[in-house]
Structures are given as C-alpha cells and as structure tokens.
C-alpha cells in the first residue's frame, strides 16, 4: 500500500480522477488542494451542482415516504413525477435511498454512495439521478468507472448484505437523465462483466499503489480542457460546460 494513500478509501469520483490523469489525482487526493472555480462563467456550473443536490434530497424523502413538500420549483415537480410514475413504491421491495458501501480490494477500501438501490425478491436494481442536459451512448455509460463500481459492489457487497444470491443478469443500473429523457437508460449484467469491472477496479488500486508522489507525475495533456486545474498546469482558462459533462 502506497504509504501517502495509507487510510485512503477510494470511490468511483478518485479512480475517474486516476484514469483522467495522474496528476490530477496527486492534486485533489494526495496534495488534498481544493481548487474552487472563480469568476461569473463558473455559475452555472455551481447551480448545476446545487440543483443536482436539491434533487437527489427530494427523491431521498419519496422514497423513505417522507412527505416531499409543495415549496418545490415547477422542473422538480415534473421531475418526481417522472420518478413517480417510473418506481411506484411496491410493498414487497426494499428501496434504500443514498445507500452507501464499501469493501476491500486489492488491499484497499472503496465505496459507493448509490442515489438509490431497489432489492426484489431475486433482483438488485441501481438508479442514478442524472440533472444535467448533456446526451451520451449507451457503452459510454456502461464503460464508466460509475457503472464499473457500482455494479461491482451491488453483487459483491448489497447482495451479501441482504443474504440474496441475485444472478448477475438480474442486477441493472438504472442512470435517469431528468432533463431530456422519460425512461432511463439501462445498463446490464453478467458474470464476464463482474469479471471485468473486478479486473479493472484492481489495476487501477494497484497502479495508484505503484506511483512515487514525491517523483515526477507525467500529466494527460488530453484532459487538460477539462480540469479544474488547468489553471494552475498551464495558467489557462477552463469551460466549465466541459467540466460538467466529464463529472
């Protein structure tokens, strides 16, 4: 285990960081710097954020049949009905909204924090709240580190859990992009996959262990357009839609 990285517990959001660039994770995860975006073009993207919390705090009381309010903008009550109409409650389902967990791999801790998991009898279903507007294809979805870790876990960790042997076919992940879709786009399993994302988890670990922070970092010049820290890499400005579609 990297000595600098010794309580570290990793997430979908430090792995992403990783494969973005190294640098970038040296930056926010061993150097711990917090870069806030400056300036009148920075806004949006801080709405974005808060709308996106807003949001995921409502579905959080839908789902605990916590009563939601009526002090809500008109887009969010068209968005929990979206929700509504997609995942009535059913009695005989658990739903566990902002569900978090975490497990060992490859030495190392890593966790998830799921907007909400459904478990049926034979069945693990994973959504995400997605509020922004950007498009994307199904295998850029099913290649995210997102999808790779939280479904991982799902049939790694939820399933133990829970004592349920769910097939790896009957786990999906469910990403819900309220702006611009009435249905989710669904992502499947299967034991090759689990295989894979297992496989991919671990490299990741295990090359993050293998990197002297105190040496030399080569940087992905590719990703600079979309870092926080271009600015302080390449004393340039950053676009912020950029950064919003690439988180």
Not at 1 to 23: G, I
Not at 115 to 130: A, F, P, Q, R
Request: with cysteine; charged share 30%; glycine share 4%.
């Amino acid at each position: 285990m990297n000595q600098k990285l010794e309580h570290f517990v990793y997430s979908q959001n430090s792995l992403n960081t990783f494969k973005s660039c190294p640098l970038k994770f040296k930056y926010k995860y061993v150097d711990n710097i917090n870069w806030k975006f400056e300036g009148i073009e920075s806004r949006d993207y801080y709405k974005g954020l808060k709308t996106g919390s807003e949001f995921h705090l409502l579905c959080e009381r839908y789902f605990k049949n916590i009563p939601i309010g009526e002090n809500i903008t008109e887009e969010f009550k068209a968005w929990i009905e979206k929700v509504k109409n997609l995942i009535p409650i059913d009695a005989s389902k658990l739903y566990l909204p902002e569900y978090e967990v975490r497990t060992k791999i490859c030495g190392s801790y890593i966790s998830a924090k799921y907007d909400l998991v459904i478990i049926g009898e034979n069945s693990i279903d994973i959504w995400d709240w997605k509020t922004e507007s950007q498009k994307t294809s199904y295998k850029n979805i099913e290649n995210r580190m997102q999808t790779v870790v939280y479904m991982y876990l799902a049939k790694e960790v939820i399933a133990k859990i829970y004592k349920k042997d769910i097939p790896y076919e009957n786990i999906t992940m469910n990403y819900f992009r309220l702006k611009i879709d009435d249905k989710p786009i669904t992502i499947a399993y299967n034991k090759e996959k689990h295989i894979r994302n297992k496989s991919i988890i671990g490299n990741y670990i295990n090359s993050i262990d293998n990197i002297d922070f105190d040496g030399y970092i080569d940087k992905n010049k590719n990703h600079c357009k979309y870092c926080e820290f271009n600015k302080l890499c390449n004393n340039q400005s950053i676009n912020y839609e950029i950064i919003k579609e690439d988180e």
